[in-house]
């Protein structure tokens, strides 16, 4: 492992022949393939649905098909980017739908989902490659 430092807190960087890709592209395909993904698939089309504000609330759009693209063009160079633009999705829809509704509903059960998944994802890395003993935790 080694650290890599971001302000105040260090991010863990697994080895690199670590399958954390794989176990990424899963987790992004259980997302694809569930009932109430179709919002999430692709860029919101916010022309076509008369969602002129769109693009002034939601600075940073982020969608399913985007991440399978980044993915499929290795722009990932941990996990932590791509739970990033995984969570950019969900927090997109809450920002801009209204709480309560059946789209904010869904990223809402959609982040507690994915917040497990990805927790077990790292917990797999970190068992099968566990921190030397001298790690200092900073």
Not at 49 to 55: K, M, Q, S, V
Not at 80 to 93: H, I, K, L, P, Y
Not at 105 to 129: C, M, N, P, S
Request: hydrophobic fraction near 35%.
């Amino acid at each position: 492992f080694t650290k890599k430092a971001t302000d105040n807190n260090c991010t863990i960087m697994p080895p690199k022949d670590l399958e954390w890709k794989k176990q990424c592209q899963k987790i992004l395909d259980a997302f694809c393939a569930d009932k109430n993904a179709q919002p999430f698939l692709e860029p919101v089309p916010w022309k076509a649905y008369g969602l002129y504000d769109y693009p002034q609330i939601v600075k940073h759009p982020m969608d399913f098909g985007t991440i399978q693209k980044k993915m499929n063009g290795k722009k990932y160079h941990n996990p932590d980017d791509f739970a990033a633009d995984m969570r950019q999705v969900f927090a997109n829809c809450m920002l801009y739908n209204q709480e309560g509704s059946d789209y904010y509903v869904i990223a809402d059960k959609f982040t507690k989902q994915f917040e497990k998944r990805f927790l077990l994802l790292l917990l797999g890395i970190f068992k099968k490659y566990p921190p030397k003993k001298n790690y200092s935790g900073h």
